[in-house]
């Protein structure tokens, strides 16, 4: 499927959801579900696309994992278009993560997977956490979120303690001060 296609897929899937979500909430139930959303076509999605292109960054994905340009540089980042980084202290060859309980908690792993779009398939791996879970290797680099981030386009965890880097989509982690 090519980006122009995930791109209209992913734009119907989220209206759907939220039009699920607005009919699911209202609270009312004299009241009928709202409209179902029109379907999304190619002219509307490269409309949607352009559109977006002038507002903060976002993910440029077709699942869970692709890219997106930040501040920083073209980055990984999640299907929610959050940051992915890698730790300095974990190993790499083969990939062994350092980064359990409390860290965990605030450097949330990214769970492995294979859908993934803009990065080299070659590139894509996985481990096998302490607690059994398998987490996504890019480059050998096991990856997390940061907890600080809220937003797409969020790099408040670049280069967090010295030891946290974003992570380009060959693999490299990125030295440059988020601006």
């Not at 209209?8 to 699920?20: D, E, P």
């Not at 990214?110 to 990065?119: F, L, R």
């Not at 880097?165 to 030295?175: F, L, N, S, W, Y």
Request: include cysteine.
């Amino acid at each position: 499927m090519n980006t122009r296609a995930r791109a209209g897929r992913l734009v119907a899937v989220t209206f759907a959801v939220v039009g699920l979500a607005t009919a699911c909430s209202s609270g009312d139930e004299s009241k009928s579900a709202a409209p179902a959303p029109k379907a999304a076509t190619p002219e509307s999605t490269a409309a949607t696309a352009a559109a977006n292109a002038t507002e903060t960054p976002g993910p440029v994905v077709g699942g869970p994992v692709g890219t997106s340009t930040s501040s920083i540089g073209l980055i990984v980042v999640d299907g929610t278009g959050r940051t992915v980084y890698a730790y300095d202290k974990d190993k790499t060859h083969p990939a062994t993560s350092d980064c359990d309980d409390r860290c965990a908690a605030q450097w949330p792993p990214v769970p492995a997977t294979t859908d993934v779009a803009g990065i080299d398939s070659a590139l894509v791996g996985s481990l096998t956490r302490k607690d059994g879970s398998e987490q996504l290797t890019i480059g050998d680099h096991p990856v997390y979120l940061y907890a600080g981030d809220k937003a797409p386009g969020d790099v408040k965890g670049q280069l967090a303690e010295g030891a946290w880097h974003a992570i380009t989509p060959k693999g490299k982690e990125i030295d440059k001060q988020a601006r």
